[in-house]
């Protein structure tokens, strides 16, 4: 399984990156410390897999593992040239989920890109930018498609579906949401890579002190639990800069590469 790290500038993906893989990635306190993408390999831990290795005498273990990708922050019209831009999005099209790392934590020290700590706000600004980068990823689809779709019925209704999508996207709807019960249609739609038709698993990255209450106590996090909600996504609370986590999926280590 392969997972995309996403979120503003210095809100902590490389920390809780860093967290999870022990890979070392470049983690400071100014906006845009990631350029180029780090890469993390973590095994995912399983007592079962060593009952079933003494069970069969196996010669070789394999666990299952889990990919993370490392990439730089966006912000407010990154699709347009903004900060790094959002040509590194390439690095996380193929990935099978995304985790969306949200800043809850108040610190004054930790230069925030838009000036307050506003996760809902955060959020949206990101997905804005994600659905930017999926109607370029259409509209290039639709001007290759469209040339040879008048001759050929698949291609055509292709290009229906491409421009359905993108004015859903143009609504400013992620992909996600868009409604069709036909298989075929799902399967296409799947296929492109959309950044907005993955799964998305809110990191909500607090202050240690939140931790023990699995944050019932932080109205940012109170805010984005709402809107993942709504919104048919998880939550997970982490402090990205401790040792101490509450979600157990992350209690991982491992080997991992940088891609830089
Ligand atoms: N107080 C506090 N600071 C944190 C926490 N997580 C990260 N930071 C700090 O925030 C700063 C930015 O962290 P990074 O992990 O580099 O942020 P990033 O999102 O990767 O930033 P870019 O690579 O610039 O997009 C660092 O100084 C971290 O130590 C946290 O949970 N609490
Ligand atoms: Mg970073």
Redesign the pocket.
Known sequence: MKLGIV?L????????FNSLTKAGAE????????IDPNVGVVPVPDPRLQLLTDLYHSEKTTPAVIEFV?I??LVKGASKGEGLGNQFLSNIREVDAIVH?VRC?E?PN?IHVDGSVDPVRDIETINLELIFSDMEILERRIAKTAKSATANKALAKEVGILRALYAHLEGGSLARSYETDDEDVLAFINSLNLLTWKPVIFAA???EDDLADDAAGNPHVQAVREFAAANGSEVFVI????SRRSPNWMRTSGKCSSRT
């Open positions: 979120g500038p210095n809100v902590g993906k490389s920390t809780l983690s400071a306190n100014y906006p845009f410390c990631t490392d730089a922050g790392v934590f610190d930790v990255n607090v202050s402090c990205a800069r401790s």
